[in-house]
């Protein structure tokens, strides 16, 4: 703008006779006014994205410096876990912790005290996950298998293959 105001001084400004042709007049451009109806229009895009924070719950997998936990003196029976069919996705919201289970998966601890076990694709380790994981927000607020991918603050991106939803069922000591 300061430009043009500058060329439109100089052309206005009274020339000195000088020998020969003189250099071409400068035409003015000018920004169509919005009332033009030929003018093109003016478009802006905002995009927004969410990133989810899902934190890591202290496992045997990843409390490396951890001494052992103190014997309670009430003895409590040992649980054991069972998977069964899971739906193929999950409510971001609902996801609360997060806590590593196998060398290739991950158990998601839900609001409702679920505990769902999300095999990692190949190639992916549990272990990449020690510190928790990030998502990043779908348009449907759903976390699904084979289409979102998590990601471990170490820089990993894993797809999630399944979910298993996992029962505890009492150990029998036999």
Not at 21 to 40: C, F, I, K, W, Y
Not at 89 to 94: E, L, T, Y
Request: charged share 25%; with cysteine.
């Amino acid at each position: 703008m300061l430009t043009l105001a500058a060329l439109w001084t100089m052309m206005m400004a009274p020339v000195a006779e000088a020998p020969g042709p003189g250099p071409e007049p400068l035409s003015v451009v000018a920004m169509p006014s919005p009332e033009d109806s030929t003018a093109s229009f003016w478009q802006m895009v905002i995009e927004q994205q969410i990133i989810i924070r899902v934190p890591a719950q202290r496992s045997s997998l990843n409390n490396f410096s951890a001494p052992p936990a103190p014997e309670m003196r009430l003895r409590q029976a040992p649980v054991e876990w069972k998977e069964k069919k899971a739906p193929k996705c999950v409510a971001m919201r609902n996801i609360l912790g997060m806590q590593g289970a196998q060398r290739d998966s991950i158990d998601l601890i839900t609001r409702q005290k679920q505990r769902l076990r999300a095999q990692l694709n190949r190639g992916c380790r549990a272990l990449d996950f020690y510190a928790g994981f990030y998502m990043q927000g779908s348009k449907d607020g759903q976390l699904c298998e084979d289409r979102d991918q998590i990601h471990a603050r170490t820089g990993a991106k894993c797809e999630i293959d399944k979910f298993r939803l996992m029962v505890p069922v009492a150990k029998n000591d036999d």
